[in-house]
């Protein structure tokens, strides 16, 4: 085995690019062990052109030659919208973990997060800007619901039967991508590798010599961008999904205003600082990342229980925050949880 590997080692090259120009907002980086640069360089492109397909499915802003989620907001009161397969299966999926999570995971979000992007939008760029008030916040949860949304998987329609609901699958979309990226990959012959589209990550097997991949969660501590408060190894076929405060927010009032939004209080999920999915499946990595945010310690363990699937999860809480479980470590001023012992 030792031998085969070292004369692998030898054929194959490592080889590493990134782009900015695949969609998703967000740089995404491929590494692959090839037999050449432009076996790598070939593949590199089929990549980037799948994360694009999948980027203007999924975008929920623009318009593009395809029917797509933006497609089916702008429809929506009016007519059914005739749409790729993929964005049918991506919604169904989104629906059955819903349903799962009493509605914790919700893509039918859309008009409450709308209201939340436009004031992080506002604050980012420096514009006067006023938070959501509860009146608002609960109007538009009112077109909120899987009620409002019509699946036709055998005439491959969605449609929103309430002119005021919209669809947001940001929480899943990215996942879901990189999930699909890997699985060509794989079909492609590649065995050796990772995917990393802006934190939603993807491994391919080991390193060419039989070590492991690692990897870190970045520490939530504003002042430390950049440094991993934790390190580990990745197993083969893992995906690898963080969701925290201190990926998209401004601060307002001394408080964090985050992304994350709590379907069942209307405004940003204050439990732990970030929580980390390690599962086979990136698309349910990334769901559940999200999930889970909004979950409480106990709420989100029992919920992975019953899923019944092989999943780690990592939370990390503030040292102020209260929770359910004593089985912690203590590490550069956060309470650190798994559901697997941590090395």
């Given at each position: 085995?030792?031998?085969?590997?070292?004369?692998?080692?030898?054929?194959?090259?490592?080889?590493?690019?990134?782009?900015?120009?695949?969609?998703?907002?967000?740089?995404?980086?491929?590494?692959?062990?090839?037999?050449?640069?432009?076996?790598?360089?070939?593949?590199?492109?089929?990549?980037?052109?799948?994360?694009?397909?999948?980027?203007?499915?999924?975008?929920?802003?623009?318009?593009?030659?395809?029917?797509?989620?933006?497609?089916?907001?702008?429809?929506?009161?009016?007519?059914?919208?005739?749409?790729?397969?993929?964005?049918?299966?991506?919604?169904?999926?989104?629906?059955?973990?819903?349903?799962?999570?009493?509605?914790?995971?919700?893509?039918?979000?859309?008009?409450?997060?709308?209201?939340?992007?436009?004031?992080?939008?506002?604050?980012?760029?420096?514009?006067?800007?006023?938070?959501?008030?509860?009146?608002?916040?609960?109007?538009?949860?009112?077109?909120?619901?899987?009620?409002?949304?019509?699946?036709?998987?055998?005439?491959?329609?969605?449609?929103?039967?309430?002119?005021?609901?919209?669809?947001?699958?940001?929480?899943?979309?990215?996942?879901?991508?990189?999930?699909?990226?890997?699985?060509?990959?794989?079909?492609?012959?590649?065995?050796?590798?990772?995917?990393?589209?802006g934190g939603n990550v993807q491994i391919l097997g080991s390193k060419i010599n039989g070590d492991p991949w690692k990897t870190g969660i970045q520490s939530p501590d504003p002042t430390k961008q950049g440094h991993s408060i934790l390190q580990f190894e990745l197993k083969d076929a893992t995906a690898f999904v963080t969701s925290g405060d201190y990926q998209r927010y401004f601060i307002h009032n001394d408080q964090i205003i985050h992304h994350i939004i709590d379907p069942d209080t209307l405004y940003p999920a204050r439990h732990a600082k970030s929580v980390t999915i390690l599962c086979e499946d990136g698309t349910i990595a990334d769901i559940l990342s999200t999930t889970l945010y909004t979950m409480t310690y106990q709420e989100g363990k029992d919920f992975i229980n019953q899923l019944n699937m092989e999943i780690q999860v990592i939370w990390i809480y503030d040292k102020t925050d209260e929770i359910e479980n004593e089985d912690y470590i203590e590490k550069e001023g956060f309470y650190i949880l798994s559901t697997k012992d941590l090395q």
């Open positions: 085995m030792f031998s085969a590997r070292r004369l692998l080692a030898k054929r194959k090259k490592n080889f590493q690019a990134s782009t900015l120009t695949a969609g998703f907002d967000t740089v995404i980086t491929l590494q692959l062990y090839a037999d050449s640069q432009e076996a790598f360089n070939e593949e590199f492109q089929k990549v980037e052109n799948l994360f694009y397909y999948y980027h203007t499915l999924f975008d929920k802003y623009h318009l593009y030659e395809k029917n797509n989620i933006k497609t089916i907001n702008d429809a929506a009161g009016k007519q059914p919208v005739q749409v790729d397969q993929e964005l049918i299966d991506l919604l169904l999926i989104a629906k059955k973990y819903s349903e799962l999570s009493n509605h914790q995971f919700d893509v039918t979000l859309g008009p409450v997060l709308e209201l939340w992007h436009d004031v992080r939008e506002k604050a980012e760029n420096q514009e006067p800007y006023a938070l959501p008030s509860s009146f608002e916040l609960q109007k538009a949860s009112l077109c909120t619901g899987w009620d409002k949304v019509d699946i036709d998987d055998d005439n491959n329609t969605v449609y929103l039967n309430t002119p005021c609901a919209s669809l947001d699958v940001g929480a899943i979309a990215k996942g879901y991508a990189t999930q699909k990226v890997k699985d060509m990959l794989i079909q492609d012959g590649y065995t050796n590798g990772f995917i990393n589209a």
